[in-house]
Nanobody, 121 residues
Framework: QVQLDESGGGLVQSGGSLRLACAAS????????MGWFRQAPGRERELVAT???????IVADPVKGRFTISRDDAKNTVYLQMNRLKPLDTAVYSC???????????????WGQGTQVTVSS
């Protein structure tokens, strides 16, 4: 399996920024697409953003215009730049990777350990 190492979570004030990073232990067919889920208490898990090896990007409506996903292929690393954060963005953010977007969207593939993002008022 692919190991995903996450970093960048923390506590910020409303309007602040964080950058999450997710480094994959290796690059294989099973890491064709990478992305981020988030899970908050009382809310359904949602897919925040994804990016594939060709640079194809999907970003969820609630974070469009504020979050940017990117990748550094030399480092097998995906980033999530989060700007103008809101309290409703508070959640555990988990990196995922899979061989296809269809697999990833249903939560299949490899998962990181999750990192807490807390946005205060």
């Amino acid at each position: 399996q692919v190991q995903l190492d996450e970093s960048g979570g923390g506590l910020v004030q409303s309007g602040g920024s964080l950058r999450l990073a997710c480094a994959a232990s290796k690059r294989t067919f099973s890491t064709y697409v990478m992305g981020w889920f988030r899970q908050a208490p009382g809310r359904e898990r949602e897919l925040v953003a994804t990016i594939n090896r060709e640079g194809g990007i999907i970003v969820a409506d609630p974070v469009k215009g504020r979050f940017t996903i990117s990748r550094d292929d030399a480092k097998n690393t995906v980033y999530l730049q989060m700007n103008r954060l809101k309290p409703l963005d508070t959640a555990v953010y988990s990196c995922v990777t899979a061989a296809s977007i269809d697999i990833l969207k249903v939560g299949r593939g490899s998962w990181g350990q999750g990192t807490q993002v807390t946005v205060s008022s």
